[in-house]
């Protein structure tokens, strides 16, 4: 089955204390991005990757970290987490430019 | 100002009602424009995309863009229960098709 999955999905957490969400997609695609979701603001993208070792800055880069390894795996790296940083994060894969972009279950992250 | 608008709503239209979901942007240089549907606790999948200007229908669904007033529009005809969800605009520039922009999202309630 295709998909995209992350991991953890719940984390409660405390400020400074370094942590990883990981994001896997098995359909062997090019594109990954990681978003956050805040109510009143939307979907806003962090970083993208348009290929391995390629990653580019979103809208809301601060205080997070990428990297693109394997083409399967973009893991979202948050060095010092703040309570600013409690938000429900998406992965997310797209093989092209402009095609269909599949949606990891999300990661509902609290910093205390 | 956002670069993408959407009303947050909600909007509530009884089973079998034609549902008209609407963004506006200010980015004159985004050329792909999406529409996602994102249920409770779910990550968002795509519904619909276009490019440029112009009108695509799937089944009950119709995407319309008018570039020349910076809007975009997605029509729901014969509106489900099921079609309850939070419906998401996205757009991206030519070029930069990997940096996708969204709107806030605009929660749909179709009542029996």
Partial sequence: EAQVTQNPRYLITVTGKKLTVTCSQNMNHEYMSWYRQDPGLGLRQIYYSMNVEVTDKGDVPEGYKVSRKEKRNFPLILESPSPNQTSLYFCASRLGLVDTQYFGPGTRLTVL | ?112
């Fill in chain 2, 1 to 112: 100002q956002k670069e993408v608008e959407q009303d947050p709503g909600p909007l509530s239209v009884p089973e079998g009602a034609i549902v008209s979901l609407n963004c506006t942007y200010s980015n004159s240089a985004f050329q792909y424009f999406m529409w996602y549907r994102q249920y409770s606790r779910k990550g968002p999948e795509l519904l619909m995309y276009t490019y440029s200007s112009g009108n695509k229908e799937d089944g009950r669904f119709t995407a319309q863009v008018d570039k020349s007033s910076k809007y975009i529009s997605l029509f729901i005809r014969d509106s489900q229960p099921s079609d309850s969800a939070t419906y998401l605009c996205a757009m991206s520039a030519s070029g930069t098709a990997s940096k996708l922009t969204f709107g806030t999202g605009t929660r749909l309630q179709v009542t029996l």
